[in-house]
């Protein structure tokens, strides 16, 4: 055999193999992000470290309590791109955005929350702490850079309508 159809040869089987390393990875990594958005209530990622913590851990640093809301949406912008979230819970000091787009954030260090159907809902700048993505949309928990007397007035009424 000539040393042309050699290359060739060992070519091809150097291409097929990268091919099909390639889609076995692809196919780990879809496997893992089928398996990451079925868990993810499991597993949160803090944005600062990038390391996985369980929820307990999390619950662990939380200093005040969560209300869980259902039901509410919210204007979510980063000065470039818009979008609807859903609110998944709140605090004093924090607040959890659910549904929002991937693309969303990805180099804003601050975001700007607002509902125009919600009159006691303040506008708030809020700053990401951790995220986690799965099918619906990416989940990011953040803090409140201007929680006024307006969002401590909008946590309570709102903790007091759950209560009741």
Same mark, same amino acid.
């Given at each position: 055999m000539a040393p042309l159809q050699e290359s060739k040869i060992s070519r091809n089987r150097a291409s097929k193999l990268s091919l099909i390393q390639l889609l076995r990875a692809a196919q780990r990594r879809w496997a893992a992000s089928a398996a990451a958005t079925f868990f993810s209530r499991f597993n949160t990622v803090p944005v600062q470290t990038g390391q996985t913590e369980s929820p307990q851990a999390m619950a @662990?640093?939380?200093?005040? $309590?969560?209300?869980?809301?259902?039901?509410?949406? +919210?204007? +979510?912008? @980063? *000065? !470039?791109?818009? =979008?609807? =979230?859903? #609110? *998944?819970? #709140?605090? $004093?000091?924090? #607040? !959890?955005? !659910?549904?929002? $787009?991937?693309?969303?954030y990805r180099s804003a260090g601050r975001l700007t929350v607002f509902s125009n159907d919600n009159p006691g809902l303040p506008v708030l700048h809020i700053e990401p702490r951790w995220e986690q993505t799965g099918w619906s949309g990416k989940t990011i928990g953040a803090a409140i850079l201007n929680a006024s007397e307006t969002w401590q007035l909008f946590f309570v009424h709102t903790a007091s309508q759950i209560e009741a």
């Open positions: @662990d640093k939380r200093r005040q $309590p969560r209300i869980y809301i259902t039901n509410t949406s +919210v204007y +979510v912008t @980063d *000065g !470039c791109l818009f =979008a609807t =979230a859903r #609110i *998944g819970n #709140i605090s $004093p000091s924090g #607040i !959890c955005l !659910c549904n929002l $787009p991937e693309q969303l």
